[in-house]
């Protein structure tokens, strides 16, 4: 998981995972925001990623994290059953497909969801990621704006979420809030 300031910062390394993973053969998924999809796709192939020969083999997916979680989210928290089916049969058959490649993933839902106040919702997604994870045995990279985390009061809500992840990779104006 890693902090960021700037959308700019943030692709760079997202991408950089993303294509460490794809150069080697493994499969990527990417839920990001419309806006960052473009963004992702230059980013990969500044790095020497085939994008379009990787997207017309599936190896590299690419999902927009509004639609997304409008797929499995219920009554303002994420409905297991229907995170299982949406994104549980994806992380499923890419990396059944691509196996033994580890499958790594991005995924800008849990921050959408911190951003448009909904707190609770985004560490139940981090849950059922992290199970998926577990059962899956993939590399997933998630993020989350340091605005989110300024005020003093937003300490246990920082606490919680670094207690969701094994890593955490904090970035110039967040390094303060890691230590």
């Not at 925001?33 to 796709?41: A, D, G, K, N, S």
């Not at 927009?64 to 009554?75: I, K, P």
């Not at 985004?122 to 300024?150: Q, V």
């Amino acid at each position: 998981m890693q902090f960021y300031d700037e959308t700019v910062s943030l692709v760079q390394s997202a991408g950089a995972y993303l294509a460490g993973g794809l150069l080697r053969g493994c499969p990527a998924i990417v839920i990001a925001e419309e806006r960052r999809l473009p963004l992702f796709q230059r980013q990969l192939e500044s790095m020497g990623v085939d994008v379009p020969a990787a997207l017309a083999s599936r190896r590299l997916i690419l999902l927009d994290a509004r639609e997304t979680l409008s797929r499995f989210m219920v009554d303002g928290l994420p409905d297991e059953r229907s995170f299982r089916e949406v994104l549980g049969t994806l992380v499923a058959g890419t990396s059944e497909i691509w196996h033994p490649a580890r499958l790594h993933a991005y995924g800008d839902m849990v921050d959408l969801l911190w951003a448009d106040g909904h707190s609770a919702a985004a560490l139940a997604l981090e849950e059922l990621w992290n199970d998926l994870a577990h059962r899956h045995g993939f590399a997933l990279f998630c993020a989350y704006s340091a605005n989110h985390f300024k005020r003093d009061e937003q300490r246990a809500a920082f606490d919680a979420v670094c207690h969701q992840h094994g890593q955490i990779m904090p970035i110039d104006g967040a390094r303060s809030m890691a230590s």
